[in-house]
């Protein structure tokens, strides 16, 4: 059977963030066998051969093989460097950056930790501060994507295709006759529950992406379904006179 090759540029064009979020309950969802073929990869950077993962699972060489036949059309596995074994060389397989994307990260606890301890030893002012400017500056990187918008409409549609990449499942929705932003998945969801000052984030990103000043319309926080967003007007320039 001739296995396909790992290409570094091939996976990384396919996966996106979206993609990696919604790929960390995908691995709950797989059998108890291809659970601990993907674990013991993740063990060993290097790779591992059918026979070492026959060891590890317990099961035989076809078992194996058709395994890995589906986390390879997954894109969560690839081939990788064949070793020398003394005679036959032997395939390696090595698990891709997306199957890593499988295995949970809690980051919201890090993340509420992390932001807690700025409230302690920092104070509300700096920590609001700060949270504007990185939400500004990430903005600022995304705004060269939403700069060829043709009006608010279309700078709306190209802030919603930002927001969802990163996992926010937004979406653009009609409301009074206005292009509203609608985030069905609040990434800080339940950090903001008791830190509403990450909310700050989020508006400073947008307005930096956009060049637009951005007004929240509905807050999950305050019982609504979704959070939404309305696109200002673009900002007169100031002309200097003598």
């Not at 073929?37 to 591992?48: E, F």
């Not at 060269?144 to 009006?151: K, V």
Request: hydrophobic letters at 45%; proline letters at 5%.
């Amino acid at each position: 059977m001739r296995w396909p090759m790992a290409s570094p540029g091939s996976f990384r064009t396919r996966q996106s963030e979206k993609r990696a979020v919604k790929n960390a309950s995908a691995l709950r969802q797989l059998g108890a066998t291809q659970q601990k073929l993907l674990r013991k990869l993740l063990s060993c950077p290097q790779g591992a051969s059918v026979e070492e993962l026959c060891k590890a699972l317990g099961v035989t060489h076809n078992a194996v093989r058709q395994h890995l036949t589906a986390l390879l059309a997954a894109g969560w596995v690839a081939r990788g460097e064949t070793r020398p074994s003394g005679g036959r060389p032997r395939a390696c397989f090595v698990l891709l950056p997306a199957g890593r994307e499988l295995f949970p990260r809690n980051y919201a606890l890090i993340a509420r930790g992390m932001i807690e301890h700025l409230y302690a030893h920092a104070g509300t002012a700096p920590v609001q501060d700060m949270l504007a400017e990185m939400g500004a500056n990430l903005g600022a990187a995304a705004a060269a994507r939403i700069a060829t918008a043709r009006g608010a409409e279309d700078a709306t549609r190209l802030l919603a295709e930002q927001l969802d990449a990163l996992g926010y499942e937004a979406q653009v929705s009609q409301r009074d006759g206005h292009g509203e932003v609608e985030a069905w998945n609040c990434v800080f969801h339940a950090l903001a529950k008791a830190h509403p000052d990450v909310c700050r984030f989020d508006l400073a990103f947008m307005s930096a992406a956009t060049g637009r000043p951005v007004q929240r319309t509905a807050c999950m926080l305050h019982g609504q379904p979704a959070c939404r967003f309305r696109l200002g007007a673009v900002p007169a320039k100031t002309v200097a006179t003598k």
